[in-house]
């Protein structure tokens, strides 16, 4: 299998594991030059933008510690273009960044993971 299914079934395990705890998918996969979003979703009234990361195993690295300074960057101005193209109200609506790693089969998730960074 090669990297890109992978991502791809790690991606919908994350959706999974996110509807389980009641989450509403927005979105996936929200790509524009600077970067990308892997999931948009809704925690009640909070739009949530998730970054997953999958390693097999250690030798790589913890896939937590690949959502550096520089993905975040990534991820923010994927977020605030997200924002804009859809309308949504800054002022009215709360947003936050999360991170879900796989080592494995183990899952963890970072609620609000890191703040945005411009």
Same mark, same amino acid.
């Given at each position: 299998?090669? &990297?890109r &299914?992978?991502g791809?079934s790690?991606?919908e395990?994350?959706?999974? #594991? +996110?509807?389980?705890?009641?989450? #509403?998918i927005?979105?996936? @996969?929200f ?6 979003i ?6 009640g009234?909070? !739009?949530?933008?998730v970054e ?5 195993? +250690?030798?790589?690295? @913890?896939? +937590?510690?690949?959502v550096?300074m520089?993905k975040q960057?990534q991820?923010?101005?994927?977020? +605030? #273009?997200? !924002?804009? &193209? @859809?309308?949504?109200s800054?002022?009215n609506?709360?947003f936050?960044?999360d ?5 494995g @089969?183990?899952i ?11």
């Amino acid at each position: 299998m090669n &990297k890109r &299914k992978v991502g791809q079934s790690k991606e919908e395990l994350a959706v999974k #594991f +996110l509807q389980d705890k009641g989450y #509403f998918i927005i979105q996936t @996969n929200f790509r524009i030059k600077q970067g990308e979003i892997d999931i948009v979703a809704r925690d009640g009234s909070t !739009i949530v933008f998730v970054e997953v990361k999958y390693r097999s195993g +250690l030798g790589s690295g @913890n896939p +937590l510690e690949a959502v550096d300074m520089h993905k975040q960057k990534q991820i923010s101005k994927a977020a +605030l #273009f997200y !924002i804009n &193209k @859809n309308k949504i109200s800054m002022d009215n609506t709360a947003f936050r960044f999360d991170v879900i790693g796989i080592l494995g @089969n183990e899952i963890t998730h970072i609620v609000n993971a890191f703040d945005y960074v411009g």
